[in-house]
């Protein structure tokens, strides 16, 4: 019995250090592929990459990017198309990308808000219309209720943001696990998670098929790299409770806002959130996206384009008497 339990223990140290080994590998050639294409600040005690394009002094616009992601899922269908009359701004939320994680409380939705409120004081002056996609729509919300001076508008890209039943997914709750959430994303998930992607990209983009360049222009392959995958779930697993105290503050919030959302999101349920923060919002406005799953911004530009500019004639329009 004893021969047998040192050669099972044996097997297992050794596939760890050959899964260890991958990790590292694949970490290494994750972050060669997509090297950082912006400068870094210091935010909230973290290292925070961020991007920009067009002229300074232009009128601004933040962009947020979602779980699983970094700041190429909005800056690709976005940037070259607002950059020539804004001052596009964007950045890597902490843990994700080329971001570090905060030390303290970056779970948290006002600690992400300050994130984003530092990113928004290094890059100029003026308030922005700020641009969120899923989660990124929540850490936009917070933004505008905590630092108001900052905000002009909101464009809310198949929000997730309020209150929901039940659990987050699996995969989040057992990446967030103190130390098998360590082993699970920093032994398996640089394995398991580029073979399993397609099918979790496709339950994004679903009912449509994915875009062919899709996976090489948003750097998915960043998001399975063992600190950036913990990251993420964490702040996933965190959203039950930080939507919950969030939502009772939205009917004060007077930011113009308009909401995109789909009719059916596999992600993201639209009758919980979309819809929701859309009764919930005083000067909000909600735009139908058909068939666009959790992907508006990638399936119907134009629906978020429109939006922008949208909110842009609402936020620079002359006060009335």
Request: hydrophobic share 50%.
């Amino acid at each position: 019995m004893s021969f047998w339990l040192v050669a099972a223990a044996a097997a297992a140290a050794l596939a760890a250090i050959v899964l260890a080994a991958h990790a590292a590998r694949y970490t290494h050639k994750a972050e060669a592929r997509y090297p950082p294409l912006g400068r870094f600040i210091d935010a909230e005690g973290a290292r925070i990459h961020v991007r920009e394009a067009g002229l300074e002094g232009l009128p601004r616009l933040l962009l947020i990017h979602g779980a699983s992601s970094n700041h190429l899922e909005l800056w690709g269908p976005l940037a070259a198309e607002f950059s020539p009359l804004h001052r596009v701004i964007a950045y890597d939320r902490p843990g994700m990308g080329h971001s570090t994680r905060l030390r303290r409380n970056g779970h948290t939705l006002a600690a992400q808000a300050n994130v984003a409120a530092r990113v928004l004081e290094s890059a100029g002056d003026g308030a922005a219309i700020v641009v969120g996609h899923s989660l990124g729509a929540g850490v936009a919300l917070r933004l505008a209720l905590d630092h108001p001076r900052l905000v002009s508008g909101l464009v809310l890209i198949a929000p997730a943001a309020c209150p929901y039943p039940g659990k987050p997914a699996w995969w989040a709750r057992l990446s967030a696990t103190p130390v098998l959430g360590d082993i699970f994303c920093g032994l398996l998930i640089p394995w398991l998670g580029p073979l399993l992607s397609p099918a979790s990209v496709a339950g994004n983009f679903w009912p449509q098929p994915t875009p062919v360049n899709y996976v090489e222009d948003a750097g998915v392959p960043l998001i399975f790299r063992p600190r950036a995958f913990r990251a993420s779930a964490l702040d996933v697993v965190a959203t039950k409770r930080e939507f919950a105290a969030q939502q009772p503050r939205y009917a004060d919030l007077l930011t113009p806002a308009v909401i995109i959302t789909a009719e059916k999101d596999k992600i993201v349920s639209p009758k919980r959130h979309a819809r929701a923060l859309a009764a919930d919002l005083p000067a909000a406005e909600l735009v139908i996206a058909p068939d666009a799953g959790h992907m508006p911004h990638r399936l119907r530009t134009d629906l978020v384009i429109a939006a922008i500019r949208r909110v842009n004639e609402l936020t620079s329009a002359p006060a009335r008497d």
